[in-house]
Protein backbone atom coordinates (compact mmCIF):
# COMPACT_ATOMS: atom_id res chain seq x y z
CA UNK A 1 0.00 0.00 0.00
CA UNK A 2 1.40 3.19 -1.36
CA UNK A 3 0.32 6.75 0.40
CA UNK A 4 0.58 9.29 -2.19
CA UNK A 5 0.53 12.75 -0.58
CA UNK A 6 1.49 16.26 -1.24
CA UNK A 7 -0.31 19.53 -0.38
CA UNK A 8 -3.60 20.76 -2.89
CA UNK A 9 -2.63 21.35 -6.40
CA UNK A 10 0.48 19.10 -5.81
CA UNK A 11 -0.78 17.16 -8.41
CA UNK A 12 -2.11 14.47 -6.84
CA UNK A 13 -5.30 13.77 -8.85
CA UNK A 14 -4.01 15.09 -12.04
CA UNK A 15 -1.38 11.79 -11.46
CA UNK A 16 -4.41 9.39 -11.08
CA UNK A 17 -6.06 10.63 -14.28
CA UNK A 18 -3.02 10.51 -16.02
CA UNK A 19 -2.29 6.44 -14.77
CA UNK A 20 -5.78 5.73 -15.90
CA UNK A 21 -5.97 7.51 -19.30
CA UNK A 22 -8.54 10.60 -18.35
CA UNK A 23 -5.97 13.07 -18.77
CA UNK A 24 -3.02 12.74 -21.25
CA UNK A 25 0.43 13.34 -19.90
CA UNK A 26 2.48 16.22 -22.16
CA UNK A 27 5.09 13.68 -21.44
CA UNK A 28 6.03 10.22 -19.96
CA UNK A 29 4.11 7.42 -20.21
CA UNK A 30 2.16 5.33 -17.21
CA UNK A 31 2.11 1.31 -16.68
CA UNK A 32 -0.66 -0.44 -14.33
CA UNK A 33 -0.07 -4.43 -14.62
CA UNK A 34 2.26 -4.05 -17.23
CA UNK A 35 0.71 -2.05 -20.36
CA UNK A 36 -1.13 1.02 -20.06
CA UNK A 37 -4.36 1.59 -18.77
CA UNK A 38 -6.38 2.11 -22.25
CA UNK A 39 -4.94 -0.79 -22.97
CA UNK A 40 -6.45 -2.89 -20.62
CA UNK A 41 -9.20 -5.31 -22.48
CA UNK A 42 -11.50 -5.26 -19.50
CA UNK A 43 -9.83 -2.35 -17.11
CA UNK A 44 -12.03 -2.92 -14.01
CA UNK A 45 -11.23 -6.36 -13.74
CA UNK A 46 -7.61 -5.54 -13.12
CA UNK A 47 -7.74 -1.91 -11.73
CA UNK A 48 -10.41 -0.54 -9.11
CA UNK A 49 -10.89 3.24 -9.71
CA UNK A 50 -12.21 5.83 -7.39
CA UNK A 51 -11.08 9.47 -8.13
CA UNK A 52 -14.75 11.29 -7.32
CA UNK A 53 -17.42 9.49 -5.03
CA UNK A 54 -20.06 12.28 -6.43
CA UNK A 55 -19.17 10.58 -10.04
CA UNK A 56 -22.27 8.57 -9.45
CA UNK A 57 -25.51 9.01 -11.42
CA UNK A 58 -27.96 11.18 -8.81
CA UNK A 59 -31.42 9.22 -10.32
CA UNK A 60 -30.09 5.53 -10.16
CA UNK A 61 -30.48 3.55 -6.46
CA UNK A 62 -27.04 2.45 -5.18
CA UNK A 63 -27.74 -1.11 -6.26
CA UNK A 64 -28.27 -0.05 -9.71
CA UNK A 65 -24.82 1.40 -10.09
CA UNK A 66 -23.50 -1.52 -9.18
CA UNK A 67 -25.09 -3.77 -10.94
CA UNK A 68 -24.35 -2.07 -13.91
CA UNK A 69 -20.74 -2.14 -13.52
CA UNK A 70 -21.07 -5.79 -12.48
CA UNK A 71 -22.74 -6.25 -16.57
CA UNK A 72 -20.54 -4.31 -17.80
CA UNK A 73 -17.53 -5.97 -16.53
CA UNK A 74 -19.10 -9.56 -17.01
CA UNK A 75 -19.58 -10.25 -13.34
CA UNK A 76 -22.36 -12.59 -11.49
CA UNK A 77 -25.01 -10.77 -9.66
CA UNK A 78 -24.15 -11.85 -6.60
CA UNK A 79 -21.01 -10.14 -6.35
CA UNK A 80 -23.27 -6.85 -6.14
CA UNK A 81 -25.45 -8.33 -2.84
CA UNK A 82 -21.53 -9.10 -1.39
CA UNK A 83 -20.23 -5.69 -2.07
CA UNK A 84 -23.38 -3.91 -0.72
CA UNK A 85 -23.29 -6.02 2.42
CA UNK A 86 -19.55 -5.44 2.70
CA UNK A 87 -20.15 -1.33 2.93
CA UNK A 88 -23.09 -1.08 4.98
CA UNK A 89 -25.38 -0.05 2.18
CA UNK A 90 -27.82 -3.45 2.19
CA UNK A 91 -31.05 -3.51 3.17
CA UNK A 92 -33.20 0.36 2.40
CA UNK A 93 -29.66 1.84 1.37
CA UNK A 94 -29.43 0.01 -1.63
CA UNK A 95 -32.87 0.98 -2.85
CA UNK A 96 -32.62 4.71 -2.47
CA UNK A 97 -31.50 7.04 -5.14
CA UNK A 98 -27.65 8.23 -5.20
CA UNK A 99 -28.93 11.44 -4.87
CA UNK A 100 -30.44 10.82 -1.19
CA UNK A 101 -27.27 9.67 -0.48
CA UNK A 102 -24.54 11.40 2.07
CA UNK A 103 -20.93 12.10 1.20
CA UNK A 104 -20.41 8.99 3.41
CA UNK A 105 -22.66 6.74 1.97
CA UNK A 106 -21.29 8.18 -1.71
CA UNK A 107 -18.21 7.42 -0.89
CA UNK A 108 -18.88 3.57 0.20
CA UNK A 109 -20.49 2.90 -2.86
CA UNK A 110 -17.63 4.28 -4.64
CA UNK A 111 -15.11 1.90 -2.57
CA UNK A 112 -17.87 -1.13 -3.79
CA UNK A 113 -17.56 0.35 -7.62
CA UNK A 114 -13.73 0.34 -7.12
CA UNK A 115 -13.83 -3.58 -5.85
CA UNK A 116 -17.20 -5.05 -8.23
CA UNK A 117 -14.17 -6.28 -10.57
CA UNK A 118 -12.32 -8.23 -7.97
CA UNK A 119 -9.09 -6.36 -9.47
CA UNK A 120 -5.67 -6.81 -7.90
CA UNK A 121 -4.65 -3.18 -8.26
CA UNK A 122 -6.88 -0.01 -6.51
CA UNK A 123 -6.38 3.71 -7.36
CA UNK A 124 -8.46 5.45 -4.79
CA UNK A 125 -8.42 9.68 -4.81
CA UNK A 126 -9.32 10.59 -0.82
CA UNK A 127 -11.52 7.69 -0.26
CA UNK A 128 -12.02 8.92 3.74
CA UNK A 129 -13.62 12.19 2.65
CA UNK A 130 -16.90 12.31 3.97
CA UNK A 131 -16.47 9.26 6.42
CA UNK A 132 -16.97 9.92 9.99
CA UNK A 133 -14.22 8.24 12.52
CA UNK A 134 -16.15 4.26 12.35
CA UNK A 135 -15.73 4.41 8.88
CA UNK A 136 -12.22 5.21 8.52
CA UNK A 137 -11.05 3.02 10.49
CA UNK A 138 -13.76 0.37 8.49
CA UNK A 139 -12.16 1.46 5.52
CA UNK A 140 -8.42 1.30 7.13
CA UNK A 141 -9.21 -2.84 7.75
CA UNK A 142 -10.84 -2.94 4.26
CA UNK A 143 -7.79 -1.91 2.62
CA UNK A 144 -4.92 -3.44 4.59
CA UNK A 145 -6.80 -7.10 4.46
CA UNK A 146 -6.76 -6.16 0.62
CA UNK A 147 -2.99 -5.47 0.65
CA UNK A 148 -2.38 -8.10 3.25
CA UNK A 149 -4.37 -10.42 0.52
CA UNK A 150 -1.68 -9.40 -2.46
CA UNK A 151 -3.78 -6.30 -3.60
CA UNK A 152 -1.79 -3.59 -4.48
CA UNK A 153 -2.71 -0.33 -3.73
CA UNK A 154 -2.58 3.81 -4.30
CA UNK A 155 -4.41 5.82 -1.77
CA UNK A 156 -3.83 9.43 -1.79
CA UNK A 157 -5.33 11.65 1.32
CA UNK A 158 -4.78 14.57 3.26
CA UNK A 159 -5.42 12.61 6.71
CA UNK A 160 -2.38 12.35 7.04
CA UNK A 161 -2.68 10.19 10.46
CA UNK A 162 -4.71 7.45 8.81
CA UNK A 163 -1.70 7.31 5.92
CA UNK A 164 0.86 6.28 8.19
CA UNK A 165 -1.61 3.64 10.21
CA UNK A 166 -1.67 1.98 6.61
CA UNK A 167 0.68 2.32 4.28
CA UNK A 168 3.80 0.29 3.35
CA UNK A 169 5.53 2.90 1.50
CA UNK A 170 5.15 6.55 0.80
CA UNK A 171 5.04 9.09 -2.32
CA UNK A 172 5.44 12.73 -1.35
CA UNK A 173 5.28 15.55 -4.39
CA UNK A 174 5.00 19.10 -4.17
CA UNK A 175 4.57 21.57 -6.90
CA UNK A 176 4.45 18.39 -9.80
CA UNK A 177 7.83 16.82 -8.50
CA UNK A 178 8.66 14.15 -6.32
CA UNK A 179 10.04 15.17 -3.31
CA UNK A 180 9.96 11.62 -1.46
CA UNK A 181 10.01 8.36 -2.34
CA UNK A 182 10.67 5.30 -0.12
CA UNK A 183 9.22 2.57 2.79
CA UNK A 184 7.42 4.45 5.34
CA UNK A 185 10.13 3.17 7.93
CA UNK A 186 12.66 4.50 5.82
CA UNK A 187 11.24 7.98 5.55
CA UNK A 188 10.35 8.31 8.90
CA UNK A 189 13.49 7.46 9.70
CA UNK A 190 15.51 9.65 8.24
CA UNK A 191 16.12 11.92 11.51
CA UNK A 192 18.62 9.42 13.20
CA UNK A 193 19.19 7.82 16.07
CA UNK A 194 19.44 8.93 19.49
CA UNK A 195 21.69 7.71 21.96
CA UNK A 196 23.15 8.44 25.34
CA UNK A 197 26.24 6.65 27.11
CA UNK A 198 28.19 6.28 30.37
CA UNK A 199 31.00 7.88 28.30
CA UNK A 200 29.73 9.92 25.44
CA UNK A 201 32.65 11.51 24.41
CA UNK A 202 34.82 8.02 23.54
CA UNK A 203 31.74 6.86 21.72
CA UNK A 204 31.73 9.83 19.83
CA UNK A 205 35.09 9.02 18.93
CA UNK A 206 34.01 5.81 17.50
CA UNK A 207 31.14 6.78 15.61
CA UNK A 208 33.31 9.41 13.75
CA UNK A 209 35.92 6.77 13.16
CA UNK A 210 32.90 4.52 11.72
CA UNK A 211 31.76 7.04 9.12
CA UNK A 212 28.82 8.05 11.38
CA UNK A 213 27.86 12.05 11.05
CA UNK A 214 27.55 12.37 15.21
CA UNK A 215 25.57 15.93 16.23
CA UNK A 216 25.07 17.00 20.61
CA UNK A 217 21.61 16.43 21.36
CA UNK A 218 19.86 17.70 24.80
CA UNK A 219 20.55 16.20 27.95
CA UNK A 220 23.94 14.55 26.92
CA UNK A 221 22.81 12.45 24.17
CA UNK A 222 24.17 11.83 20.50
CA UNK A 223 22.19 12.07 17.30
CA UNK A 224 23.63 9.86 14.90
CA UNK A 225 22.63 9.74 11.43
CA UNK A 226 22.57 5.99 10.89
CA UNK A 227 20.24 3.25 12.00
CA UNK A 228 20.07 1.56 15.50
CA UNK A 229 21.80 -1.46 14.56
CA UNK A 230 24.81 0.00 13.44
CA UNK A 231 24.62 2.37 16.42
CA UNK A 232 24.71 -0.55 18.81
CA UNK A 233 27.24 -2.22 17.01
CA UNK A 234 29.77 0.11 17.13
CA UNK A 235 28.99 1.02 20.77
CA UNK A 236 29.33 -2.96 21.61
CA UNK A 237 32.94 -2.89 19.60
CA UNK A 238 34.61 -0.06 22.77
CA UNK A 239 32.19 -1.90 25.21
CA UNK A 240 30.50 1.11 25.96
CA UNK A 241 27.18 1.19 28.34
CA UNK A 242 24.90 2.36 26.36
CA UNK A 243 21.65 4.21 28.81
CA UNK A 244 19.37 4.91 25.63
CA UNK A 245 19.31 4.24 21.77
CA UNK A 246 15.87 5.17 19.93
CA UNK A 247 15.10 6.51 17.13
CA UNK A 248 14.65 10.72 16.95
CA UNK A 249 11.24 11.52 17.19
CA UNK A 250 10.38 13.01 13.88
CA UNK A 251 6.71 13.99 14.87
CA UNK A 252 5.89 11.42 12.77
CA UNK A 253 4.16 11.92 8.90
CA UNK A 254 2.70 14.99 9.80
CA UNK A 255 5.99 17.04 10.32
CA UNK A 256 7.94 14.99 8.00
CA UNK A 257 5.50 16.30 5.16
CA UNK A 258 5.57 20.01 6.13
CA UNK A 259 8.99 20.33 6.14
CA UNK A 260 9.31 17.97 2.89
CA UNK A 261 6.64 20.40 1.13
CA UNK A 262 8.01 23.84 2.67
CA UNK A 263 11.14 22.60 1.50
CA UNK A 264 9.81 22.30 -2.06
CA UNK A 265 7.89 25.61 -1.71
CA UNK A 266 10.80 27.42 -0.91
CA UNK A 267 12.78 26.06 -3.99
CA UNK A 268 9.46 27.16 -6.15
CA UNK A 269 9.63 30.24 -5.35
CA UNK A 270 13.03 30.86 -6.23
Known amino acids: MTGFL??????????????TGLTPPTSGTSEVAGRPYRQLPNPGREVGVLLDAS?????????EVLSLSARTQGVGSQRVDELLDLVGLAGPAAKRRVRGYSLGMRQRLGIAHAFIGDPRVLILDEPAN????????WMRGLLRDFADRGGTVLLSSHLLREVEAVADRLVVIGGGRIVANGTKAELLAAGGVRVRALDPATLRVALERAGLAVTEGA??????????????????????VLIELRPVDTGGLEELFLTLTAAEAKETAR
Do not use: W, Y
Request: negative net charge; glycine residues 16%.
Open 219 to 240: EGALIVQAEAEQVGQVAASISA
Open 130 to 137: GLDPEGIF
Open 55 to 63: AQHPGRTGR
Open 6 to 19: GPNGAGKSTTMRMI
